[in-house]
Each structure stands twice: as structure tokens, then as C-alpha cells.
């Protein structure tokens, strides 16, 4: 299973803030690392050489029918991105039972604003619909209200591992904190779509690695399974993606003698880099979330939407506290390095990497932070 976490000076931290008031106060760094035990099953795994589409599919449909048969109760995060929907669509092309599909609308549920806020949802919605109750029990909703934001008036609840395990500064009440009380007596496991590699090259080198972005965001659910980071699709998948990009430089983003890969593509050639690695579209407008901002997810359009959202409902208090958060997060950390950036209105924090994970013939080889 999946584990990760902020290390500073061998002290662990769930929580970013927490890993950086240490780092503030023995001036030790704060990286983010995944456990030794996952490590050690991804160094395991032996890689086909021909890796494809075909194979990635029958890994996919091997792993849910595994969890299928050792769990009493299936519960998939679902929005109708990429990543959740290969999954349902991979349940239910092999006649795997989801017992609950678990959604959250990025809106205000009933505001009339949200047909175009929650276009992507919506379609995602009707397909769930259409498969209850032969491919999926039920659909359960997290709908919240501006009643919600009551979190913004606790002294730094974003310090608070039990209300924040993710390094995103949201403008939104958290799913995530909704899911984790929820499903905390669940007998079974929460599945999410999270989390699509990044790749490194350098000095002739392929390396594979995670950030903290959305791989944290799950980690507050204490039964959530990420799917995509169960080691065995971990591998398998991350070579097939090398072997995507062995002759693409041009999808790289070149950082000082370095160049990564975060997902940023052409919309062109989207769709069939996707369907390479057996990822399934909802439909052909789908493609157009996929579309990355240009600086991190608070400008993306539903959070920008939210916002607005906001703004036109006249909440003026919410919209001020939630401008006071970012302001008092960058207040607090800007002074030192590494730990949070700002556009001017909105603070996220500095990215972290995991350790670095070469890619030799036919495994992953851990070479630690230091690549």
C-alpha cells in the first residue's frame, strides 16, 4: 500500500505546515518520501520489455479483480477525469461490482451557475446513473454550502493533520475531510484515481518520481487505495510512459540541466498518448480538462469558478477569509526557502519531489533525492 510522508532531520510529518515549522526550527530540510516498504515492492517488480496498451489493461483489470475479491465493499472517488473513469470503465467492462461511487461537484450543488461549473461532473454523473444499479450499487454526493467554510474561522486549521494531510491551500471545503469521516467505519477500501508519474531525464537517465501534489490528497481517508500508485501499475505504467516520451523532449519542461515531465501536452496529440497508456475519455470534450494552468490548480477553472461563484453570491466575508489564508500562509513562510510562492493573491506551497527512481532494464531502481 501506498505511504508517504514529510521528513525532516528523520522526524515524519503527515502534515506540510507542521514538517515546515520544524524545518524553520532546526534548519533542516523538508522532503517528501515514500515508504521504504512500497519502495521495496516497486524494485521487486520485473517490467515486460514490450509493454503496451493491451498489457496495461489486463494490469488494471487484475488488480480490481483482486480487490474485488478481497474486500467486502467497493467505493470509488469518481469525477469523470481520465483517471477515475479508466477505472469504472475497466469495473465494468469486466463485470466487476463498484458497491458506491463517491462524487463532489465543485460548485454550490443547487446554484444555477453550476451547469457550466460542474459541465464536467454533470456528464459523469448521468454515466454513473446509467450503470444503477447493474455495475454500481449507488452514487453518494458530498454537496456543500457556504455554511461549510466554518473551517476558515479555526487558528490554523491548516496546521491540523486530522483537517490537512495535502499540500493544495483550497478555496473550497475539503472533500477529502468529508470522505474520511464518512467512510471511517467502511468495510471495505475508497479507491482514487491518484497518481499519474512524473518523469526526469538527466544525464542520459530516465528517472520516474511523485510529487505532493494530489498524492496527499487522499491521504487523509484512511481506507482510500490509490490505484494507480499500487506498485505493480506503478512499474508497468511508468514504462510505458518512458517508452512514450524515449524521443520527446519537446513534452519536457526543462529546469536548469534538467527536464520533467508534468503532463503538459499539446491538445493534439492528448488523446493518443492517453489511450497508449489505457486511459479512457469520457467523451471527446473531456479532453479539454486535461488542459493543465499555468500556475497550479488555485487557476484552474473550477477554482476560478468557485470564486466567482463567491463573489456573485455576495459572500464577501467568505471571499475575504479565504484571501486572509493565503495572505497569513505567505506571511508565515515566505522567508524561507523552498516552502511556499505566491502570484500575488494566491499562495501554494513549493512542490516536492520523492525520491528518484531510475529506470534500468526492467525495474525501477530507488536512487534517492539527490538526482
Not at 480490481?64 to 469523470?80: A, D, M, P, S, W
Not at 447493474?134 to 496546521?159: A, Q
Not at 491538445?267 to 486511459?279: G, M
Not at 476560478?304 to 489564508?325: A, C, P, R, T, Y
Request: hydrophobic content about 35%.
Amino acid at each position: 500500500m501506498f505511504n508517504s510522508y514529510y521528513d525532516v532531520g528523520g522526524q515524519r510529518f503527515a502534515n506540510i505546515f507542521q514538517a515546515f515549522d520544524k524545518s524553520i526550527e532546526n534548519g533542516q530540510f523538508c522532503y517528501y518520501k515514500t515508504d521504504a516498504d512500497w519502495i521495496d515492492q516497486i524494485q521487486s517488480i520485473k517490467v515486460e520489455s514490450d509493454i503496451n496498451h493491451l498489457h496495461l489493461k489486463q494490469i488494471y483489470a487484475k488488480k480490481l479483480k483482486e480487490l474485488r475479491q478481497q474486500h467486502n465493499k467497493l467505493v470509488l472517488l469518481y469525477t469523470g477525469g481520465t483517471d477515475s473513469h479508466t477505472i469504472l470503465d475497466t469495473a465494468i467492462k469486466n463485470k466487476i461490482y463498484i458497491d458506491e461511487v463517491f462524487m463532489s461537484f465543485p460548485g454550490i450543488f443547487e446554484a444555477e451557475s453550476d451547469k457550466i461549473l460542474n459541465k464536467e461532473y454533470n456528464v459523469a454523473l448521468e454515466f454513473v446513473k446509467k450503470n444503477v444499479p447493474h455495475n454500481v450499487g449507488k452514487i453518494k454526493f458530498y454537496k456543500w454550502t457556504y455554511e461549510n467554510y466554518d473551517y476558515l474561522d479555526s487558528k490554523e486549521w491548516w496546521k491540523n493533520p486530522e483537517k490537512c494531510q495535502f499540500n493544495i491551500i483550497k478555496v473550497q471545503p475539503c472533500w477529502a475531510q468529508y470522505a474520511a469521516d464518512y467512510y471511517k467505519d467502511l468495510d471495505g477500501i475508497v479507491i482514487s484515481g491518484h497518481e499519474k508519474p512524473g518523469i526526469r531525464f538527466i544525464n542520459d537517465k530516465f528517472y520516474w518520481f511523485v510529487t505532493d501534489g494530489s498524492s496527499t490528497e487522499h491521504k487523509i481517508i484512511k481506507k482510500s487505495f490509490p490505484f494507480f500508485l499500487d506498485p505493480t501499475i506503478v512499474v508497468n505504467y511508468a514504462y510505458a510512459v518512458k517508452n512514450l516520451l524515449q524521443n520527446h523532449l519537446h513534452y519536457f519542461s526543462k529546469i536548469d540541466d534538467r527536464y520533467d515531465f508534468f503532463w503538459k501536452l499539446p491538445k493534439a496529440e492528448i488523446e493518443n498518448f492517453y489511450r497508449s497508456l489505457a486511459l479512457v475519455f469520457l467523451n471527446k470534450e473531456s479532453i479539454d480538462f486535461t488542459i493543465k494552468p499555468k500556475w497550479g490548480t488555485i487557476h484552474n477553472y473550477k477554482n476560478q469558478g468557485i470564486l466567482k461563484q463567491i463573489k456573485d453570491s455576495n459572500q464577501n466575508d467568505i471571499l475575504e477569509k479565504i484571501h486572509k489564508l493565503h495572505h497569513d500562509i505567505y506571511t508565515q513562510y515566505s522567508q524561507h526557502e523552498h516552502m511556499v510562492q505566491t502570484d500575488g493573491k494566491f499562495t501554494k506551497t513549493v512542490e516536492r519531489y520523492s525520491q528518484m527512481f531510475e529506470f534500468t532494464n526492467n525495474t525501477l531502481i530507488c536512487r534517492g533525492h539527490d538526482v
